[in-house]
T-cell receptor
Framework: DAGVIQSPRHEVTEMGQEVTLRCKPI?????LFWYRQTMMRGLELLIY????????DSGMPEDRFSAKMPNASFSTLKIQPSEPRDSAVYFC??????????FGPGTRLTVL | AQKVTQAQTEISVVEKEDVTLDCVYE???????LFWYKQPPSGELVFLIR??????QNEISGRYSWNFQKSTSSFNFTITASQVVDSAVYFC???????????????FGQGTRLTINP
């Protein structure tokens, strides 16, 4: 099993640009999560999906952030327009019905 | 509201010493889950253990052991005979148990940066 796959691993962009982060969960996992890690706020849950349906997006910071899961094997987190304060490491995680969450390697985003 | 507190921001010890990382949690749920994750310098998050609120037995896995005490709302992690490869940031986390949906939201502590010096 390849584990959770995230791309890109590093992204550097300029303020105002659109950023799209991608995630492929582990096959067969029912849940998918997006987290953000910063020095100031630590690890925060942004949104999670169950069977491709968004269940809780209360952690999404503002309307500039959106997430989709068009099928069981792919999800995106989009930031439009990006701002310097969005700079962080973004993690995707997945889990089966009753087990721990498995995290991807993360995407380090830098917004200049 | 759920909360996890890891009061130790950084710990530095010499190799082969034992070290304990503290974790205190707050929750109103009667059923909940506690976790420890390791984040090595490479950045990924590695799952170490999950414990449900009804299982207070201590657990040992090699040099790692966990002490869960509901009376003090603590879930401490001890590394025995520490090694340089144990150097990482360690996170304690909590999820609720109100049905399957409640069990999904992991709340993380701020992490403890552990440095093992040779």
């Amino acid at each position: 099993d390849a584990g959770v796959i995230q791309s890109p691993r590093h992204e550097v962009t300029e303020m105002g640009q659109e950023v799209t982060l991608r995630c492929k969960p582990i096959s067969g996992h029912d849940y998918l999560f997006w987290y953000r890690q910063t020095m100031m706020r630590g690890l925060e849950l942004l949104i999670y999906f169950n069977n491709n349906v968004p269940i809780d997006d209360s952690g999404m910071p503002e309307d500039r952030f959106s997430a989709k899961m068009p099928n069981a094997s792919f999800s995106t987190l989009k930031i439009q327009p990006s701002e310097p304060r969005d700079s962080a490491v973004y993690f995707c995680a997945s889990r089966p019905l009753s087990d721990e969450q498995f995290f991807g390697p993360g995407t380090r985003l830098t917004v200049l | 509201a759920q909360k996890v507190t890891q009061a130790q921001t950084e710990i530095s010890v010499v190799e082969k010493e034992d070290v304990t990382l503290d974790c205190v949690y707050e929750t109103r749920d009667t059923t909940y889950y506690l976790f420890w994750y390791k984040q090595p310098p490479s950045g990924e998050l590695v799952f170490l253990i999950r414990r449900n609120s009804f299982d207070e037995q201590n657990e040992i896995s090699g040099r790692y052991s966990w002490n869960f005490q509901k009376s003090t709302s603590s879930f401490n992690f001890t590394i025995t005979a520490s090694q340089v490869v144990d150097s990482a940031v360690y996170f304690c986390a909590l999820s609720g148990g109100r049905g399957d949906q409640g069990a999904q939201k992991l709340v993380f502590g701020q992490g403890t940066r552990l440095t093992i010096n040779p």
